[in-house]
């Protein structure tokens, strides 16, 4: 408004008017000045500008120059202030006002640039470490779907297994012409469904394991027409994750054909214990003993120790008083129990 009614007031104004006119108009810039000022020095104060500091300074001495200069024009400049030039100082204000506005634009454009710098620093380190989670999480998908593929291959493997040799195996059980000959296609279509009804890694509890154990044992020897007499510690503590439940499944199935193949016995006894550090087996059979060194046992006596030697574990054999034979599994407890 004071950019518009001045040049138009000093238009209108006569000649010998003029310099009065001029100076109300510095006197209302001056007031316009100070009054800007007022206004702008607490706020600067309270927030802690340096900016608004110096642009303060600047306004400051602007102002100064301006007083100087109306009271020059005024003639009002006392004595003391007055070097006998009489000269206006309020145009090297300006340069002044210029360059502190000039070095605070200059400084916060500066200041854009870094902090624009530092933020395509930190996207481009944001960027890279998205990119390589990104492939990190690519990889572990295809290995993923992979494993999967792999997984459902075998599921597909094992289910035709089951469903085909299964089938035979359980036909050769019913159709078999002696006992011997029904326990070892029963022994052969357990261990097939061993394989193919426990996902690997899981964790089987030893009552689970000793319950399938026991029915299948109480199966077998009742079809030989043997008696099972089946004993296990109150307090078992250990649970077994599944290849060494598999093993000592298979260990324990083998000790029993062994007992109605070989032993002749009327009565096999099985005895489970656990304590912190071992699970321990025993099959004991009232027959007329075997040597397991014999030859003429086939690879049944060496499969047992090496699935035995597989988690870790020892089995001997101990010839009993009366002929009797003894066969004990000790196993640490594995990682799962």
Known sequence: MIAI??????????????????S??????????????????????????TEGRLLIAALLVNLAFGVHDWLVHAKMLPALL?????????HFGAPVFFLTVGWIMTSRFVGALNQLERMNVQLEERVKAKTEELQ?????????????????????????????????LLQMVYRAGTT??????????????????????????????????????????????????????????????????????????????????????STVSIDVGTDSQRFQLRITDDGKGYDPDRKSHGSGIANMRQRARRIGGTITWHPLQGGNCCVELTVPRSPAG
């Open 180 to 265: 011997t000959a029904a326990d070892l296609a029963r022994s052969a279509l357990q261990d097939l469904r061993d394989v193919v009804s426990q996902p690997r890694g899981s964790s089987l509890t030893i009552l689970d394991m000793l319950a399938d154990w026991r029915a299948e044992a109480d199966q077998r020897l009742g079809a030989a027409q043997m008696n099972l007499r089946w004993q296990q510690s109150e307090k078992l503590a250990a649970d077994f994750l599944q290849p060494h439940a598999i093993h000592i499944g298979r260990i324990l199935r083998e000790g029993i054909s062994n007992a109605i193949r070989h032993a002749g016995a």
């Open 82 to 90: 007055d070097l006998g030039t009489r000269m206006h100082l309020l």
């Open 136 to 168: 990190s999480s690519f990889q572990s998908m295809q290995a993923l779907r992979s494993e999967q593929a792999v997984l459902e291959e075998r599921e597909r493997i094992y289910r035709d297994l089951h469903d085909d040799i299964g089938a035979k």
């Open 24 to 49: 109300a108009w510095h006197l209302v810039m001056l007031a316009s000045a100070a009054l800007t000022l007022f206004v702008l020095i607490p706020a600067v104060v309270r927030q802690r500008n």
């Open 5 to 22: 009614a001045c040049p138009a007031t000093l238009l209108i104004t006569p000649e010998d008017d003029l310099l009065n006119a001029i």
